[in-house]
T-cell receptor, first 114, second 115 residues
Framework: GAGVSQTPSNKVTEKGKYVELRCDPI?????LYWYRQSLGQGPEFLIY????????DSGLPNDRFFAVRPEGSVSTLKIQRTERGDSAVYLC????????????FGSGTRLTVV | AQKVTQAQTEISVVEKEDVTLDCVYE???????LFWYKQPPSGELVFLIR??????QNEISGRYSWNFQKSTSSFNFTITASQVVDSAVYFC????????????FGTGTRLQVFP
């Protein structure tokens, strides 16, 4: 597609539930990134994929968070046993090769845990 | 440790005024990259500029200009003759050469330009 697409744009879930957030990167982009942006804060790095593999997952806050990119294009961020503190906007970005400044960000998924 | 500080939480100006957004960074590395992004109400981050630590020349792009001063670890952003469409949250970010794929963002400055 023309840009990075994230679905859903909004997600409300109950505490303790499981959620999946989807990211469709720009076609042909090998690098994909997930960031989390809490209210009033800057985005925080979560994970970076190069192709199908997670090249750097040092930003995932705990083992409730997991992300996959099985075919090297679409990625899914999965959050188990959601907590109210997980409420944030989850941003996805892609880049042609990684290691450069050519990030294109999506509009994000706003997750609210009630 | 790496850190980016944007001390101005919110700035309000009237159209046509000039405005400067401050950014101060901390890093142990001698080689690094600095960025500015714009986040309009729609939410996506829009890339504005990338500067590497070896290039201290100031840059101008239309109404936008950037002042990089390594001696004070600052990378300030000036909008000349501001317009209502400039209203957004602006983020400064840092990446280190040994990990260029991880951006460290400041907390952002919300700019409101009133007509």
């Amino acid at each position: 597609g023309a840009g990075v697409s994230q679905t859903p744009s909004n997600k409300v879930t109950e505490k303790g539930k499981y959620v999946e957030l989807r990211c469709d990167p720009i076609s042909g982009h090998t690098a994909l990134y997930w960031y989390r942006q809490s209210l009033g804060q800057g985005p925080e790095f979560l994970i970076y994929f190069q192709g199908t593999g997670a090249a750097d997952d040092s930003g995932l806050p705990n083992d409730r968070f997991f992300a996959v990119r099985p075919e090297g294009s679409v990625s899914t961020l999965k959050i188990q046993r959601t907590e109210r503190g997980d409420s944030a906007v989850y941003l996805c970005a892609s880049s042609l090769t990684g290691g450069d400044y050519g990030y294109t960000f999506g509009s994000g998924t706003r997750l609210t845990v009630v | 440790a790496q850190k980016v500080t944007q001390a101005q939480t919110e700035i309000s100006v009237v159209e046509k005024e000039d405005v400067t957004l401050d950014c101060v960074y901390e890093t142990r590395d001698t080689t690094y990259y600095l960025f500015w992004y714009k986040q309009p109400p729609s939410g996506e981050l829009v890339f504005l500029i990338r500067r590497n630590s070896f290039d201290e020349q100031n840059e101008i792009s239309g109404r936008y200009s950037w002042n990089f001063q390594k001696s004070t670890s600052s990378f300030n952003f000036t909008i000349t003759a501001s317009q209502v469409v400039d209203s957004a949250v602006y983020f400064c970010a840092l990446s280190e050469v040994r990990n260029t794929d991880k951006l460290i963002f400041g907390t952002g400055t919300r700019l409101q330009v009133f007509p």
